[in-house]
């Protein structure tokens, strides 16, 4: 009977804990948001103060990542340095750290050591496309700090590389309006498969295929 007792007890703790566990990590996660909800209106001074609020918690990581790149916006930018350094110090492989990191180096007004900030973003873009050869951002920004620095054939390579990418755009955009037909949403689907014919005019890419695609969305 005491052993029952005992046992009672410590399931009715356990209970306790773990609910008391899921609302905090509720509340965490809805902090976040409101902070998102300040970034994403442009109240930069409100957001920035959320964040660093919201570093205290499950969501560090992202949160500090968020402060950086609302320091960003500020022009606060020796202050998103730290921040993103620090996460790439936790986490080498973090793309969205490097290619913000990069981006910082690169737009800071001051003359003072500008050539050596350059060279450091390309370094930093270059580790974020070892780990993820699809960031768009980071290769085109390689692209444009070799423009810069007259690197024409490495600048040449990262933009014909970008248009690579259009061709997965177009066959995902394709795909999406092929499915929007299967679920009778026949507006969304040539939309799609206009975006996708555009996109493919754009970056010289046949458009016979799109074209048959979009004969049959449009057949009733």
């Not at 001074?45 to 916006?73: P, Q, V």
Request: with cysteine; glycine share 2%.
């Amino acid at each position: 009977m005491r052993n029952r007792y005992h046992h009672a007890i410590l399931i009715g703790i356990t209970s306790s804990f773990l609910l008391h566990a899921c609302s905090f990590a509720h509340n965490a996660e809805e902090f976040f948001k409101q902070c998102l909800v300040h970034y994403e209106k442009r109240e930069l001074e409100k957001a920035a103060s959320c964040f660093e609020k919201a570093r205290r918690g499950d969501f560090r990581i992202r949160a500090t990542l968020m402060l950086a790149r609302t320091h960003y916006f500020e022009n606060k930018f020796s202050d998103a340095r730290a921040l993103l350094e620090d996460i790439v110090e936790d986490e080498p492989s973090h793309t969205s750290a490097l290619y913000w990191l990069a981006r910082t180096l690169a737009v800071d007004p001051h003359p003072e050591g500008s050539d050596e900030r350059e060279k450091m973003a390309i370094e930093y873009l270059k580790k974020a496309l070892e780990v993820d050869t699809h960031h768009m951002h980071a290769r085109l920004l390689l692209a444009l700090l070799f423009e810069k620095r007259g690197m024409h054939r490495e600048a040449l390579y990262e933009y014909l590389a970008a248009l690579e990418e259009e061709e997965i755009l177009v066959t995902a955009r394709a795909n999406l309006g092929i499915l929007y037909k299967r679920l009778g949403l026949s507006e969304r689907a040539r939309n799609e498969i206009n975006c996708a014919i555009a996109i493919s005019k754009a970056a010289s890419i046949p458009t016979k295929n799109l074209t048959t695609i979009k004969d049959e969305i449009s057949e009733k």
